[in-house]
């Protein structure tokens, strides 16, 4: 079983950085590939960024440039640093893991301000 705490969200203006953190609990984390989706009212959740066990990243393009996703496998935490925020990022993120099963965390809310 593991477990997955997201933090980091909170309210910033447009332009402004923010670093979203999951720590997962669980000794099978370095076996778990990570990602981050978003989910904004009135929309499907979507990918915004995964990081295979070997350090493989996949962002969305209306991502790119802008966000980085990371992983620290003795901290069992993977991180998204969020720069140049714009309002249409504003949205639940969501931690997902997955290996033969998938685990969600409980999301943490970003609102980017305009």
């Known amino acids: 079983q593991v477990q997955l705490v997201e933090s980091g969200g909170g309210v910033v203006q447009a332009g402004g950085s923010l670093k979203l953190s999951c720590a997962a609990s669980g000794s099978i984390f370095s076996r778990n590939a990570m990602g981050w989706y978003r989910q904004a009212p009135g929309k499907q959740r979507e990918l915004v960024a995964s990081?295979?066990?070997?350090?493989?990243?996949i962002y969305a393009d209306s991502v790119k440039g802008r966000f980085t996703i990371s992983r620290d496998n003795t901290k069992n935490t993977v991180y998204l640093q969020m720069n140049s925020l714009k309002p249409e990022d504003t949205a639940v993120y969501y931690c997902?893991?997955?290996?033969?099963?998938?685990?969600w965390g409980q999301g943490t809310q970003v609102t980017v301000s305009s």
């Open positions: 990081i295979s066990t070997g350090g493989t990243t």
């Open positions: 997902k893991a997955w290996s033969v099963r998938v685990y």
